[in-house]
């Protein structure tokens, strides 16, 4: 039987594979543990979640020193990173692009199909969830984001993992085992074959 890939979780089951990450999240930009995050990154898989959010948090420039940090940590320890985006798409793009990563992943993914778009080209990872179903702009990405960069998230959210998985699968107009299968095989790519073994019970 194939897992479920929960690739942001503020709620580990033990029951699905789920992302070790650890950061500073944009809304506490302001707080100076960067030494702190730097001798956690052995036991994290990922970076994350940081970001920018135009809506909470410290005043944008606090956030973007944050984010640049971060993003230099991640390169140097070659982490994938998990990131934060509200109202700050075009300025976290660009931040992204001055920074050679071993992989991105924007969690919980409420753009509109054409950023949607923009991230793709990149080489970059959607991750959908709860509140991505409530955006018409955002459930239309979700239709049009290929396989091979698609995730799926329980984020903060009680929702279990198999029922995004559901909704996703019927907004897709596909099986819940081919989620099932795609996200795990994303995962693989990026963390290694062995990663649905040691993190599924």
């Not at 990154?41 to 606090?62: F, I, S, Y």
């Not at 960069?149 to 329980?154: N, S």
């Not at 897709?172 to 290694?192: D, K």
């Amino acid at each position: 039987m194939l897992p479920y890939v929960d690739i942001h979780t503020h709620h580990p089951t033990g029951h699905a594979v789920e992302l070790r990450s650890a950061g500073i999240h944009p809304w506490n930009a302001a707080q100076d543990d960067i030494g702190a995050l730097e001798a956690r990154l052995g036991q994290v898989q990922a970076l994350g979640e940081t970001g920018l959010d135009r809506l909470r948090g410290p005043e944008m420039a606090c956030q973007l020193r944050m984010l640049r940090v971060q993003l230099e940590l991640a390169r140097k320890h070659r982490l994938p990173v998990v990131l934060h985006c509200v109202k700050a798409f075009e300025p976290l793009m660009r931040e992204l692009a001055a920074v050679p990563l071993r992989a991105v992943i924007f969690h919980g993914f409420i753009g509109s199909r054409q950023q949607a778009a923009e991230a793709l080209k990149k080489g970059y990872y959607l991750s959908y969830g709860i509140r991505s179903f409530a955006s018409p702009r955002s459930v239309e990405a979700l239709r049009a984001t290929p396989a091979e960069r698609l995730f799926l998230e329980t984020d903060d959210q009680e929702t279990p993992i198999g029922e995004v998985y559901a909704r996703t699968a019927e907004l897709r107009g596909e099986s819940v085992e081919a989620l099932q299968r795609c996200t795990l095989a994303n995962y693989e790519r990026i963390f290694g074959e062995a990663a649905s073994d040691e993190n599924t019970i």
